[in-house]
């Protein structure tokens, strides 16, 4: 992995589909990050795949420094990292300026600038058709004003790529995951995800902000594809295929 470190720079708007172009022919995941990286003018780019086993080996191509990826495997941070969860949790792309920060995830942002890690980002969450979810994260240390200017320029393509590592990643993860995995809907896959967190269809309404019948036929279609009895069996199921990270 490259400890490279750049500071108060620009970022950089090259010729897209170039780039997208480029991305797609590298050989493997780490190598379309580190060009990511360098193409695009960002601090460091990681992609991070979510999984149901053990969270102190999660499924991890990053550019950041090696000292930062084993301190943060080392102390547990995958439980504090406040762009995980939000990552996970959500279908949106963000910037992290605007996340609302605990005291604890601000002892963790303050670690990783401590590491060298940008102070800034955008983070892409990634929902394959077969449901997995997944990361692209870029930190930067450019400004907040670039930053923004940056993404409104360059959300669409910034998607693209994401999908494209994700792809990658999976082929080295696992070579023949596609064939293993039901294929769920990322609306099915959201409501699972909700039930197995202990919420029930009307709470999962409020939360999507859908109809009650709605979540309850979305759980329905769900429990039918992964051709189980019972939506607890749906649950322990998706967990098992690592379809939900819950």
């Not at 190598?31 to 990286?37: E, N, P, Q, T, Y």
Request: aromatic content about 8%.
């Amino acid at each position: 992995m490259g400890d490279k470190m750049q500071w108060g720079h620009m970022l950089v708007r090259p010729d897209f589909p170039d780039v997208i172009d480029t991305v797609s022919r590298m050989p493997t995941s780490e190598s379309a990050i580190l060009f990511i990286r360098d193409t695009l003018g960002f601090d460091h780019v990681t992609y991070q795949l979510a999984l149901s086993r053990p969270r102190n080996a999660p499924f991890i191509r990053s550019s950041y420094p090696a000292q930062w990826i084993s301190t943060y495997l080392l102390r547990g941070y995958v439980d504090v990292d406040p762009i995980v969860k939000k990552a996970f949790s959500s279908t949106q792309p963000f910037a992290w300026h605007e996340l609302k920060l605990s005291p604890s995830e601000l002892e963790f942002m303050a670690d990783a600038r401590s590491h060298g890690v940008g102070d800034k980002g955008y983070t892409i969450p990634i929902t394959d058709r077969f449901s997995r979810r997944a990361a692209l994260t870029l930190a930067t240390s450019t400004t907040i004003e670039d930053l923004t200017a940056f993404i409104a320029s360059s959300a669409t393509s910034l998607a693209q790529i994401a999908h494209i590592v994700h792809h990658k990643a999976l082929q080295e993860f696992s070579p023949d995951a596609s064939a293993q995995a039901p294929v769920l809907a990322p609306r099915e896959a959201e409501c699972l995800l909700w039930t197995a967190r202990g919420k029930e269809a009307k709470a999962i309404a409020a939360i999507l902000n859908l109809s009650e019948y709605t979540v309850r036929s979305y759980l329905r279609t769900a429990r039918q594809k992964l051709e189980c009895k019972t939506l607890s069996q749906a649950v322990a199921k998706a967990i098992q295929r690592e379809i939900i990270n819950p």
